[in-house]
Each structure stands twice: as structure tokens, then as C-alpha cells.
């Protein structure tokens, strides 16, 4: 599955590798490319006026499976959605956002 997870930001931290804020997994697809246009479209407002990025991870079924895949995403407000970034450096050491 694909799911969707939104933050209120990503910045380094000196403490943890990054700080997110607020964050919220929304669901997820079975194809990538329906989670894509669900970001591309802001479907069911995910922005919320404040969830200024969101990542999709590809994770498969099980107890505690680890992400295979994962793109990433920032708000852009003149096409009113998210779309596709390169990974913040400082996530790249975390493994999962949607099932931790």
C-alpha cells in the first residue's frame, strides 16, 4: 500500500534528526500514481492551512514492515497542491512515517 502522511514542517534538530510539528497520516492506495494525484489535487483539503509537506511510502502488510519506497512532497500554492520534492537531508536516516 501506499499511504500519505502530511507535516507542518521539516527543519534539522539538534536533538532528533528533524522536527515535523503537527503531522497526520490520511490513508492510502493501492497504486502509487492514485496516491500521487490525491497530493497533486490537495484531495479532502489535506493542507489544512497549515501541512506544509507529505511523503508517500510504499509499505507492505505485516507487523512492524519497514518502508520500500518513499517520495516526498511539498505545498505549492499556486497550483494549490503538493508536489514532488528530493528527500530533506535530514530525514533520510528515519525509517517510517505513516506505521512507526
Known sequence: ?????????IEPSEVFFAEFGDQRTWGYY????????????????????CYNY?????????ICALAEERQW??????????????EPECVKR???FAIG
Not at 1 to 9: A, G, H, P
Not at 38 to 47: G, Q, S, Y
Not at 79 to 86: A, D, L, S, T
Open 1 to 9: 500500500m501506499y499511504f500519505i502522511t502530511v507535516f507542518d514542517k
Open 30 to 49: 493501492p497504486e502509487y500514481e492514485w496516491a500521487v494525484n490525491a497530493l497533486h489535487e490537495n484531495r479532502t483539503d489535506m493542507h489544512e492551512g
Open 54 to 62: 507529505a511523503v508517500i511510502e510504499k509499505i507492505d502488510y505485516g
Open 73 to 86: 512532497f511539498k505545498w505549492d500554492k499556486e497550483k494549490y497542491g503538493y508536489f514532488e520534492i528530493e
Open 94 to 96: 528515519i525509517v517510517n
